[in-house]
């Protein structure tokens, strides 16, 4: 092999080198990696669930803004209807009022009418 330019010892020696790199970095920079991978997966499932959570809670508003709505809408249509009922009713009083002091006044004209007439007899 020398004859090759290829020296055994520097080639074992350059492979215990390597493997001893390898095992240094495993025991200190490996640790580190895996924890800082775990912890940003970590931090992206927390990101995640509370996305999750505000989605839900956006969803619940929602739907109780709708019904909300909903509800404020039939108590406006009830207040118009009930509104309408007593506007008729108060009409009605009016109308029979006014109809009652009309027929009161024809037949007070009637009964004028007729002490006149018998004024004149």
Request: aromatic share 4%.
């Amino acid at each position: 092999m020398d004859k090759l330019g290829i020296d055994i010892k520097l080639i074992v020696v350059q492979i215990v080198n390597f493997v001893l790199l390898l095992f240094i970095l495993k025991k200190v920079l490996y640790k580190f990696i895996l924890k800082t991978i775990n912890k940003r997966r970590q931090d992206i499932q927390d990101v995640e669930n509370q996305k999750q959570k505000l989605e839900k809670a956006k969803k619940e508003f929602e739907e109780e803004k709708r019904k909300a709505l909903k509800d404020i809408q039939d108590e406006k249509n009830e207040l118009i209807k009930n509104a309408r009922r007593e506007i008729e009713e108060e009409k009605k009083k009016i109308i029979e009022k006014a109809n009652r002091e009309a027929k009161d006044i024809l037949q007070g004209t009637k009964r004028q009418i007729e002490r006149d007439r018998k004024k004149k007899n």
